[in-house]
């Protein structure tokens, strides 16, 4: 399995920008897609989920809702992240994962959304950069 993502890039705050991440191989059994990011000196964090070709609608962390849309196209086996209104505070790297199941739960007052099953379990892409000044 391979995750390649890209549209990332240096956008002014206010800006947009959409992301994409094209899933090749074989990824049958790994029907949960998401994306994250990390910033500089954090940890990874999840902002949105979606199961690949299900009619369930996508999840998203707080971090992430009312300003980023998770959006899929099943003929392409990709995954987009439409980010709008975008603050300096979004500069981070941006990742695409695929696993089995997507899981997701309330963590000290925040809702979070993540990927379940055993990390080995997980593909994850190479990262595209995300700069918001």
């Known amino acids: 399995v391979q995750l390649v993502e890209s549209g990332g890039g240096s956008v002014q705050a206010g800006g947009s920008l959409k992301l994409s991440c094209v899933a090749s191989?074989?990824?049958?059994?790994?029907?949960?897609m998401g994306w994250f990011r990390q910033r500089p000196g954090e940890e990874r964090e999840g902002l949105a989920t979606?199961?690949?070709?299900?009619?369930?609608?996508?999840r998203y962390a707080d971090s992430a809702k009312g300003r980023f849309t998770i959006s899929q196209d099943n003929g392409k086996a990709t995954v987009y992240l439409q980010m709008n209104s975008l603050r300096p505070e979004d500069t981070a790297m941006y990742y695409c994962?695929?696993?089995?199941?997507?899981?997701?739960?309330?963590?000290?007052?925040?809702?979070?959304?993540?990927?379940?099953?055993?990390?080995?379990?997980?593909?994850w892409g190479k990262g595209t950069q995300v700069t918001v000044s």
């Open positions: 994962a695929a696993a089995p199941a997507c899981t997701q739960g309330r963590y000290g007052g925040i809702w979070k959304v993540g990927l379940a099953g055993a990390v080995s379990s997980h593909y």
């Open positions: 979606i199961y690949r070709g299900d009619s369930d609608p996508p």
């Open positions: 191989g074989y990824i049958a059994g790994h029907t949960c």
